[in-house]
Protein backbone atom coordinates (compact mmCIF):
# COMPACT_ATOMS: atom_id res chain seq x y z
CA UNK A 1 0.00 0.00 0.00
CA UNK A 2 1.70 3.20 -0.97
CA UNK A 3 2.04 6.15 1.22
CA UNK A 4 -0.64 7.63 2.71
CA UNK A 5 -2.66 6.00 5.36
CA UNK A 6 -5.05 8.20 7.25
CA UNK A 7 -7.94 5.97 7.92
CA UNK A 8 -11.43 5.97 8.84
CA UNK A 9 -14.54 3.42 10.35
CA UNK A 10 -17.50 4.61 9.53
CA UNK A 11 -20.44 2.31 10.89
CA UNK A 12 -24.02 3.30 10.49
CA UNK A 13 -26.21 3.52 14.03
CA UNK A 14 -28.87 1.07 13.17
CA UNK A 15 -27.88 -1.98 15.89
CA UNK A 16 -25.02 -4.09 17.17
CA UNK A 17 -21.64 -4.22 15.41
CA UNK A 18 -21.30 -7.85 14.90
CA UNK A 19 -17.69 -10.04 14.77
CA UNK A 20 -17.73 -8.94 10.87
CA UNK A 21 -18.09 -5.24 11.73
CA UNK A 22 -15.37 -5.67 14.08
CA UNK A 23 -13.38 -7.39 12.22
CA UNK A 24 -13.39 -4.84 9.23
CA UNK A 25 -13.07 -1.71 12.24
CA UNK A 26 -9.51 -3.72 13.23
CA UNK A 27 -8.54 -4.23 9.97
CA UNK A 28 -9.28 -0.16 9.37
CA UNK A 29 -7.67 0.93 12.04
CA UNK A 30 -4.44 -1.06 12.19
CA UNK A 31 -3.52 0.05 8.44
CA UNK A 32 -3.70 3.28 9.47
CA UNK A 33 -1.91 2.87 13.14
CA UNK A 34 0.50 0.82 11.97
CA UNK A 35 1.28 3.44 9.73
CA UNK A 36 1.09 6.28 12.47
CA UNK A 37 -1.72 7.76 10.49
CA UNK A 38 -4.55 9.58 11.69
CA UNK A 39 -7.82 7.12 12.24
CA UNK A 40 -11.39 8.76 12.32
CA UNK A 41 -14.84 7.52 13.43
CA UNK A 42 -18.04 8.59 11.34
CA UNK A 43 -21.04 7.71 12.08
CA UNK A 44 -22.87 7.53 8.39
CA UNK A 45 -26.78 8.40 10.44
CA UNK A 46 -28.24 9.53 7.29
CA UNK A 47 -30.97 6.80 7.82
CA UNK A 48 -33.17 8.85 9.99
CA UNK A 49 -36.04 5.76 10.58
CA UNK A 50 -32.77 3.09 10.94
CA UNK A 51 -30.54 5.39 13.39
CA UNK A 52 -30.47 5.38 16.77
CA UNK A 53 -28.65 7.53 19.61
CA UNK A 54 -28.51 3.82 21.54
CA UNK A 55 -27.01 1.84 18.84
CA UNK A 56 -24.21 5.07 18.39
CA UNK A 57 -23.50 4.58 21.88
CA UNK A 58 -23.26 0.96 22.01
CA UNK A 59 -20.58 0.64 18.75
CA UNK A 60 -18.57 3.21 20.40
CA UNK A 61 -18.65 1.43 23.13
CA UNK A 62 -17.24 -1.79 21.52
CA UNK A 63 -15.02 -0.12 19.75
CA UNK A 64 -12.96 1.15 22.74
CA UNK A 65 -13.42 -2.11 24.53
CA UNK A 66 -11.23 -3.29 22.25
CA UNK A 67 -8.35 -0.65 22.10
CA UNK A 68 -10.02 0.89 18.76
CA UNK A 69 -9.76 5.12 19.32
CA UNK A 70 -9.80 7.42 17.12
CA UNK A 71 -8.52 10.73 16.47
CA UNK A 72 -10.40 14.35 16.96
CA UNK A 73 -13.91 14.93 17.38
CA UNK A 74 -16.70 11.87 15.87
CA UNK A 75 -18.01 13.31 12.29
CA UNK A 76 -22.04 12.60 12.04
CA UNK A 77 -22.95 12.37 8.41
CA UNK A 78 -26.47 14.03 9.48
CA UNK A 79 -24.43 17.43 10.16
CA UNK A 80 -23.13 17.95 7.07
CA UNK A 81 -26.40 18.02 4.95
CA UNK A 82 -25.46 21.45 3.68
CA UNK A 83 -22.11 20.21 2.41
CA UNK A 84 -24.16 17.50 0.26
CA UNK A 85 -26.72 19.84 -1.04
CA UNK A 86 -23.12 22.26 -2.13
CA UNK A 87 -22.01 18.88 -3.58
CA UNK A 88 -25.34 17.84 -5.24
CA UNK A 89 -25.63 21.62 -6.94
CA UNK A 90 -22.19 21.08 -8.33
CA UNK A 91 -23.30 18.41 -10.59
CA UNK A 92 -26.44 19.54 -11.16
CA UNK A 93 -24.91 22.74 -13.04
CA UNK A 94 -22.27 20.32 -14.70
CA UNK A 95 -26.25 19.05 -16.31
CA UNK A 96 -25.27 15.80 -14.51
CA UNK A 97 -28.57 15.29 -12.91
CA UNK A 98 -31.74 14.49 -13.29
CA UNK A 99 -35.28 14.02 -11.20
CA UNK A 100 -36.39 10.31 -11.73
CA UNK A 101 -40.39 10.01 -11.00
CA UNK A 102 -39.81 6.01 -10.82
CA UNK A 103 -40.74 3.87 -7.98
CA UNK A 104 -38.37 1.14 -6.66
CA UNK A 105 -41.25 -2.04 -8.18
CA UNK A 106 -40.67 0.26 -11.68
CA UNK A 107 -36.69 0.12 -11.54
CA UNK A 108 -37.15 -3.96 -10.48
CA UNK A 109 -39.52 -4.80 -13.74
CA UNK A 110 -37.78 -2.41 -16.03
CA UNK A 111 -34.97 -3.74 -18.41
CA UNK A 112 -31.58 -4.04 -16.67
CA UNK A 113 -28.95 -1.67 -17.36
CA UNK A 114 -25.46 -2.99 -18.61
CA UNK A 115 -23.81 -3.02 -15.45
CA UNK A 116 -21.55 -4.85 -12.51
CA UNK A 117 -21.62 -8.28 -10.45
CA UNK A 118 -23.44 -6.99 -7.32
CA UNK A 119 -25.03 -3.43 -8.02
CA UNK A 120 -28.87 -4.44 -7.74
CA UNK A 121 -31.41 -2.63 -9.75
CA UNK A 122 -29.64 -1.14 -12.30
CA UNK A 123 -31.78 2.13 -13.69
CA UNK A 124 -32.13 1.85 -17.09
CA UNK A 125 -32.87 5.77 -17.87
CA UNK A 126 -36.50 5.46 -18.12
CA UNK A 127 -37.08 9.43 -16.82
CA UNK A 128 -33.53 10.43 -18.31
CA UNK A 129 -35.42 10.21 -21.70
CA UNK A 130 -38.70 12.96 -20.58
CA UNK A 131 -38.21 16.44 -22.08
CA UNK A 132 -37.17 18.62 -19.92
CA UNK A 133 -40.44 20.14 -20.12
CA UNK A 134 -42.59 17.37 -18.24
CA UNK A 135 -39.98 16.64 -15.32
CA UNK A 136 -40.30 20.51 -14.44
CA UNK A 137 -43.82 20.26 -14.72
CA UNK A 138 -43.97 16.84 -12.31
CA UNK A 139 -41.66 18.18 -10.46
CA UNK A 140 -43.48 21.61 -10.18
CA UNK A 141 -46.63 19.63 -9.40
CA UNK A 142 -45.17 17.81 -6.19
CA UNK A 143 -44.62 14.59 -7.39
CA UNK A 144 -42.41 12.75 -5.55
CA UNK A 145 -38.69 12.02 -7.07
CA UNK A 146 -35.36 11.57 -6.59
CA UNK A 147 -32.34 12.47 -8.04
CA UNK A 148 -30.17 10.79 -10.36
CA UNK A 149 -26.71 11.26 -11.79
CA UNK A 150 -26.75 10.98 -15.99
CA UNK A 151 -23.61 8.72 -16.33
CA UNK A 152 -24.33 7.41 -19.59
CA UNK A 153 -22.93 3.91 -18.32
CA UNK A 154 -19.33 5.24 -17.48
CA UNK A 155 -16.90 2.29 -17.39
CA UNK A 156 -15.13 3.17 -13.98
CA UNK A 157 -12.72 0.67 -11.92
CA UNK A 158 -10.14 0.96 -9.20
CA UNK A 159 -7.39 -1.06 -7.80
CA UNK A 160 -8.37 -2.90 -4.08
CA UNK A 161 -5.57 -3.41 -2.16
CA UNK A 162 -7.40 -6.73 -1.00
CA UNK A 163 -9.51 -7.16 -4.31
CA UNK A 164 -7.09 -6.45 -6.95
CA UNK A 165 -9.29 -4.79 -10.34
CA UNK A 166 -13.00 -4.20 -9.86
CA UNK A 167 -14.19 -2.47 -13.22
CA UNK A 168 -17.78 -1.71 -13.86
CA UNK A 169 -19.92 -0.02 -15.55
CA UNK A 170 -22.02 2.91 -13.80
CA UNK A 171 -25.69 3.39 -14.11
CA UNK A 172 -27.62 6.50 -13.56
CA UNK A 173 -27.39 5.71 -9.80
CA UNK A 174 -29.50 7.85 -7.41
CA UNK A 175 -27.58 10.77 -5.12
CA UNK A 176 -30.74 12.42 -3.15
CA UNK A 177 -33.42 9.99 -2.49
CA UNK A 178 -37.19 10.95 -2.55
CA UNK A 179 -37.12 12.06 1.55
CA UNK A 180 -34.34 14.80 0.07
CA UNK A 181 -31.59 13.18 2.35
CA UNK A 182 -28.55 12.84 0.15
CA UNK A 183 -27.72 9.14 -0.91
CA UNK A 184 -24.12 6.76 0.93
CA UNK A 185 -22.66 7.13 -2.93
CA UNK A 186 -22.97 11.08 -2.76
CA UNK A 187 -22.27 11.65 0.84
CA UNK A 188 -19.59 8.86 1.15
CA UNK A 189 -16.73 10.20 -1.73
CA UNK A 190 -17.64 13.66 -0.47
CA UNK A 191 -16.97 12.91 3.56
CA UNK A 192 -13.73 11.09 2.33
CA UNK A 193 -12.38 14.18 0.25
CA UNK A 194 -13.43 16.24 3.10
CA UNK A 195 -11.73 14.72 5.79
CA UNK A 196 -8.57 13.84 3.71
CA UNK A 197 -9.05 9.68 4.26
CA UNK A 198 -5.96 7.99 2.13
CA UNK A 199 -7.70 4.68 2.47
CA UNK A 200 -10.92 3.43 2.98
CA UNK A 201 -11.06 0.18 4.80
CA UNK A 202 -14.86 -1.53 4.60
CA UNK A 203 -16.68 -4.66 4.10
CA UNK A 204 -16.06 -6.14 0.18
CA UNK A 205 -19.71 -6.45 -0.07
CA UNK A 206 -19.41 -2.31 -0.73
CA UNK A 207 -17.15 -2.81 -3.70
CA UNK A 208 -19.56 -3.34 -6.49
CA UNK A 209 -20.55 -0.10 -5.91
CA UNK A 210 -17.61 1.95 -5.16
CA UNK A 211 -16.81 2.94 -9.09
CA UNK A 212 -19.97 5.09 -8.62
CA UNK A 213 -18.09 6.76 -5.88
CA UNK A 214 -15.05 6.91 -8.13
CA UNK A 215 -17.22 8.78 -10.73
CA UNK A 216 -18.98 11.40 -7.95
CA UNK A 217 -15.18 12.27 -7.09
CA UNK A 218 -14.04 12.54 -10.72
CA UNK A 219 -16.81 15.19 -11.63
CA UNK A 220 -16.59 16.99 -8.32
CA UNK A 221 -12.60 16.99 -9.04
CA UNK A 222 -11.97 15.62 -5.52
CA UNK A 223 -9.35 12.83 -4.09
CA UNK A 224 -9.52 9.78 -4.57
CA UNK A 225 -8.56 7.46 -1.84
CA UNK A 226 -6.89 4.15 -1.84
CA UNK A 227 -9.41 1.11 -1.06
CA UNK A 228 -9.41 -1.73 0.79
CA UNK A 229 -12.42 -4.26 0.97
CA UNK A 230 -11.80 -6.57 3.53
CA UNK A 231 -13.80 -10.15 2.39
CA UNK A 232 -16.99 -10.84 4.53
CA UNK A 233 -17.41 -12.87 8.13
CA UNK A 234 -20.45 -15.28 7.13
CA UNK A 235 -22.36 -17.48 9.20
CA UNK A 236 -22.23 -21.08 8.61
CA UNK A 237 -25.01 -21.12 6.37
CA UNK A 238 -23.04 -19.22 3.55
CA UNK A 239 -25.85 -15.85 4.94
CA UNK A 240 -24.05 -12.55 5.83
CA UNK A 241 -23.01 -13.32 9.79
CA UNK A 242 -26.40 -11.71 11.70
CA UNK A 243 -28.65 -12.44 14.85
CA UNK A 244 -29.83 -15.68 13.96
CA UNK A 245 -26.70 -17.41 13.77
CA UNK A 246 -26.32 -16.97 17.61
CA UNK A 247 -23.89 -14.89 19.96
CA UNK A 248 -22.05 -12.60 17.26
CA UNK A 249 -22.20 -9.05 19.38
CA UNK A 250 -19.38 -8.14 22.06
CA UNK A 251 -22.26 -8.00 24.48
CA UNK A 252 -23.66 -11.22 23.63
CA UNK A 253 -20.53 -13.10 23.77
CA UNK A 254 -19.45 -11.12 27.06
CA UNK A 255 -22.97 -12.29 28.26
CA UNK A 256 -21.94 -16.28 27.34
CA UNK A 257 -18.32 -15.63 29.08
CA UNK A 258 -16.21 -14.69 26.25
CA UNK A 259 -14.61 -10.78 27.55
CA UNK A 260 -13.42 -8.27 25.19
CA UNK A 261 -9.74 -9.94 24.94
CA UNK A 262 -10.61 -13.18 24.40
CA UNK A 263 -12.69 -11.71 21.26
CA UNK A 264 -10.08 -9.30 20.38
CA UNK A 265 -7.44 -12.92 20.44
CA UNK A 266 -9.87 -14.42 17.51
CA UNK A 267 -10.48 -11.81 15.69
CA UNK A 268 -6.39 -11.24 15.40
CA UNK A 269 -5.70 -14.81 14.56
CA UNK A 270 -8.66 -14.41 11.63
CA UNK A 271 -6.16 -11.07 9.67
CA UNK A 272 -3.72 -13.37 9.93
CA UNK A 273 -1.53 -12.37 13.44
CA UNK A 274 -0.89 -14.79 16.14
CA UNK A 275 -2.30 -13.66 19.47
CA UNK A 276 -0.11 -13.46 22.49
CA UNK A 277 -1.64 -14.11 25.83
CA UNK A 278 -0.37 -10.80 26.68
CA UNK A 279 -2.37 -8.92 24.27
CA UNK A 280 -5.20 -6.67 26.05
CA UNK A 281 -6.15 -3.89 22.73
CA UNK A 282 -5.39 -3.53 19.40
CA UNK A 283 -2.59 -1.73 20.56
CA UNK A 284 -0.60 -4.88 20.97
CA UNK A 285 -1.54 -6.22 17.65
CA UNK A 286 0.08 -3.02 15.68
CA UNK A 287 3.75 -4.24 15.15
CA UNK A 288 2.55 -7.81 14.14
CA UNK A 289 0.26 -6.50 11.47
CA UNK A 290 0.22 -7.16 7.66
CA UNK A 291 -1.93 -6.02 5.06
CA UNK A 292 -0.88 -9.13 3.21
CA UNK A 293 -2.04 -11.71 5.51
CA UNK A 294 -5.58 -10.30 5.42
CA UNK A 295 -7.21 -13.20 3.89
CA UNK A 296 -8.61 -12.66 0.30
CA UNK A 297 -11.67 -14.67 0.41
CA UNK A 298 -14.90 -14.50 2.71
CA UNK A 299 -15.27 -16.70 5.69
CA UNK A 300 -17.98 -18.93 7.25
CA UNK A 301 -18.25 -19.02 10.62
CA UNK A 302 -20.51 -20.58 13.46
CA UNK A 303 -20.33 -17.87 16.75
CA UNK A 304 -21.22 -21.08 18.62
CA UNK A 305 -17.27 -22.44 18.23
CA UNK A 306 -16.06 -18.95 20.23
CA UNK A 307 -18.26 -20.44 23.26
CA UNK A 308 -16.94 -24.07 23.40
CA UNK A 309 -12.87 -23.13 23.31
CA UNK A 310 -12.24 -24.08 19.51
CA UNK A 311 -11.19 -20.54 18.54
CA UNK A 312 -12.13 -18.59 15.09
CA UNK A 313 -12.77 -21.82 13.02
CA UNK A 314 -13.90 -20.83 9.79
CA UNK A 315 -14.36 -22.08 6.14
CA UNK A 316 -12.80 -20.03 3.17
CA UNK A 317 -14.31 -19.07 0.40
CA UNK A 318 -11.50 -17.89 -2.15
Partial sequence: MASGHDGRFAPSPTGPLHL?????????????????????????????DRSRPEH??????????????????????????????DALSQLDAQDLTYPCFCTRAEVLAAAAAPHGPGVEAPYPGTCARLARSE??????????HCIRVRAEAATIGFED?????????????????????????????VDEADLAIDVVVRGADLAPTT???????????????????????????GARLAKRHGA?????????????????ALLAASIGIEPRATDTSARDLVDRF?????????????????????????????
Avoid: C, K, M
Avoid at 65 to 85: C, M, N, P, T
Avoid at 212 to 229: G, K, S
Avoid at 248 to 264: C, I, N, P, Q
Avoid at 291 to 309: C, K, Q, S, T, Y
Fill in 56 to 85: EVSQLDDLLALGIDWDGDLVRQSDRLARYD
Fill in 248 to 264: ASLDELSARGLDAAAVL
Fill in 290 to 318: SIDRVPRGDERIDPARFLDGSGWSSSRIE
Fill in 211 to 237: PRQVWIAERLELHVPQFAHVPLVLGPD
Fill in 135 to 144: RTARVVAGEP
Fill in 20 to 48: GNLRTALVAWLVSRAHDGRFLLRVDDLDP
Fill in 161 to 189: ELLGRVETIVDDFVVRRRDGVAAYNLASP
